[in-house]
Protein backbone atom coordinates (compact mmCIF):
# COMPACT_ATOMS: atom_id res chain seq x y z
CA UNK A 1 0.00 0.00 0.00
CA UNK A 2 1.79 3.37 -0.75
CA UNK A 3 2.14 5.57 2.10
CA UNK A 4 2.94 9.44 1.54
CA UNK A 5 4.41 11.81 3.64
CA UNK A 6 4.86 15.75 3.17
CA UNK A 7 7.50 17.70 4.06
CA UNK A 8 9.21 21.62 2.90
CA UNK A 9 6.35 23.52 4.66
CA UNK A 10 6.84 26.62 7.18
CA UNK A 11 6.62 30.29 7.63
CA UNK A 12 7.32 32.23 4.69
CA UNK A 13 6.95 35.86 3.83
CA UNK A 14 4.20 37.07 1.16
CA UNK A 15 5.79 37.03 -2.19
CA UNK A 16 8.16 34.60 -1.61
CA UNK A 17 8.37 31.05 -2.37
CA UNK A 18 8.71 27.36 -0.94
CA UNK A 19 8.97 23.88 -2.74
CA UNK A 20 6.62 21.12 -1.22
CA UNK A 21 8.10 17.35 -1.34
CA UNK A 22 5.43 14.41 -1.33
CA UNK A 23 7.64 11.18 -0.72
CA UNK A 24 6.19 7.99 -1.38
CA UNK A 25 7.01 4.78 -0.10
CA UNK A 26 5.02 0.92 -0.08
CA UNK A 27 4.14 0.23 -3.22
CA UNK A 28 5.60 2.05 -7.30
CA UNK A 29 4.76 5.94 -7.49
CA UNK A 30 4.53 5.73 -11.24
CA UNK A 31 0.94 3.51 -10.92
CA UNK A 32 -0.36 6.12 -8.86
CA UNK A 33 -1.92 9.91 -9.82
CA UNK A 34 -1.03 12.28 -7.07
CA UNK A 35 -2.81 15.46 -6.57
CA UNK A 36 -2.34 18.36 -3.21
CA UNK A 37 -4.72 19.74 -1.45
CA UNK A 38 -5.09 21.97 0.89
CA UNK A 39 -7.08 23.30 4.14
CA UNK A 40 -7.73 25.63 6.20
CA UNK A 41 -9.42 25.04 9.65
CA UNK A 42 -13.33 25.47 8.80
CA UNK A 43 -13.23 25.28 5.32
CA UNK A 44 -13.08 22.27 2.86
CA UNK A 45 -10.04 20.89 1.68
CA UNK A 46 -9.50 22.10 -1.48
CA UNK A 47 -7.82 20.15 -4.62
CA UNK A 48 -5.22 22.92 -6.07
CA UNK A 49 -2.98 20.55 -8.46
CA UNK A 50 -2.78 17.12 -9.82
CA UNK A 51 0.08 14.99 -11.69
CA UNK A 52 -1.11 12.00 -13.28
CA UNK A 53 1.25 8.43 -13.97
CA UNK A 54 3.62 9.04 -17.05
CA UNK A 55 2.71 12.17 -16.65
CA UNK A 56 0.18 12.73 -18.85
CA UNK A 57 -1.87 15.48 -17.46
CA UNK A 58 -1.61 18.06 -14.93
CA UNK A 59 -4.18 20.33 -13.45
CA UNK A 60 -4.26 23.68 -11.48
CA UNK A 61 -7.10 25.14 -9.55
CA UNK A 62 -7.67 28.91 -10.77
CA UNK A 63 -6.39 30.14 -7.04
CA UNK A 64 -3.05 28.41 -8.39
CA UNK A 65 -2.67 28.66 -11.88
CA UNK A 66 0.24 30.30 -13.17
CA UNK A 67 2.30 30.34 -9.41
CA UNK A 68 2.29 26.93 -8.79
CA UNK A 69 4.30 23.95 -10.03
CA UNK A 70 3.85 20.35 -9.78
CA UNK A 71 6.37 18.10 -10.93
CA UNK A 72 7.08 14.09 -9.75
CA UNK A 73 10.32 12.08 -10.05
CA UNK A 74 9.11 8.42 -10.04
CA UNK A 75 12.67 7.14 -9.70
CA UNK A 76 13.13 9.54 -6.35
CA UNK A 77 9.73 8.14 -5.21
CA UNK A 78 8.70 12.27 -5.11
CA UNK A 79 6.34 14.52 -6.38
CA UNK A 80 7.14 17.84 -5.45
CA UNK A 81 4.87 21.18 -5.18
CA UNK A 82 6.42 24.42 -6.33
CA UNK A 83 5.05 27.73 -4.94
CA UNK A 84 5.68 31.20 -5.87
CA UNK A 85 4.50 34.42 -5.61
CA UNK A 86 2.89 33.59 -2.03
CA UNK A 87 0.30 35.32 -0.31
CA UNK A 88 -1.66 35.19 2.79
CA UNK A 89 -4.54 33.64 1.51
CA UNK A 90 -2.42 30.32 0.69
CA UNK A 91 -1.83 30.10 4.04
CA UNK A 92 -3.49 26.61 4.87
CA UNK A 93 -1.95 22.93 5.47
CA UNK A 94 -0.61 21.44 2.43
CA UNK A 95 -1.77 17.27 1.83
CA UNK A 96 -0.89 15.26 -0.85
CA UNK A 97 -3.00 12.38 -1.95
CA UNK A 98 -2.84 9.35 -4.39
CA UNK A 99 -4.95 6.84 -6.49
CA UNK A 100 -4.04 4.02 -8.79
CA UNK A 101 -4.37 5.58 -12.19
CA UNK A 102 -6.77 4.73 -14.46
CA UNK A 103 -7.59 7.73 -16.59
CA UNK A 104 -5.73 10.19 -18.76
CA UNK A 105 -6.70 13.56 -16.91
CA UNK A 106 -5.80 13.39 -12.92
CA UNK A 107 -8.63 15.38 -11.11
CA UNK A 108 -8.94 17.25 -8.03
CA UNK A 109 -11.63 16.17 -6.33
CA UNK A 110 -11.39 14.34 -2.55
CA UNK A 111 -13.36 12.02 -2.81
CA UNK A 112 -11.28 10.29 -5.78
CA UNK A 113 -8.08 10.16 -3.39
CA UNK A 114 -8.10 7.22 -1.20
CA UNK A 115 -4.26 7.49 0.35
CA UNK A 116 -3.22 10.70 2.04
CA UNK A 117 -0.34 11.76 3.87
CA UNK A 118 -0.85 13.56 7.21
CA UNK A 119 0.21 17.50 5.57
CA UNK A 120 2.62 20.20 6.30
CA UNK A 121 1.52 23.27 7.27
CA UNK A 122 2.55 26.66 5.20
CA UNK A 123 2.32 30.23 7.06
CA UNK A 124 2.89 32.85 4.63
CA UNK A 125 3.02 36.42 6.73
CA UNK A 126 1.57 39.61 4.92
Known amino acids: QLQLVESGGGVVQSGGSLKLSCVASGSVLAYYDIAWFRQVPGKEREGISCISKNRESTNYSDSVKGRFTISRDDARNTVELQINSLKPEDTAVYYC???????????????????WGRGSEVTVSS
Open 97 to 115: AGIVGFLEQCGLKKTQYSI
